[in-house]
């Protein structure tokens, strides 16, 4: 039987998933852009877009993520915009 670990405290995770309106992507290439810029963000443990509906379906933690944080990379991308 091993002691457990007392050096670091494990952060408890609040995991969460939303769905974001994005405008401007136009086809897949667009969509593709979107979810791994939002895949990438720390975090985020799964994103998937539907580009008929305009939108990302995102899984985050809420506790190490924000919206506006997913926001500013979708916004980074240039010509897409997410609505939060």
Known sequence: ???????????????????????????????RAVENVVKAVVGVEDAHVDLAAGSVAVTYDETTVSPSALKSAVDALGGYAMTI
Do not use: D, I, L, N
Request: charged share 30%.
């Open 1 to 31: 039987m091993t002691a457990p670990c007392r050096g670091k405290k494990e952060r408890k995770r609040k995991m969460t998933t939303r769905t974001f309106a994005v405008s401007g992507m136009k086809c897949a290439h667009c969509a």
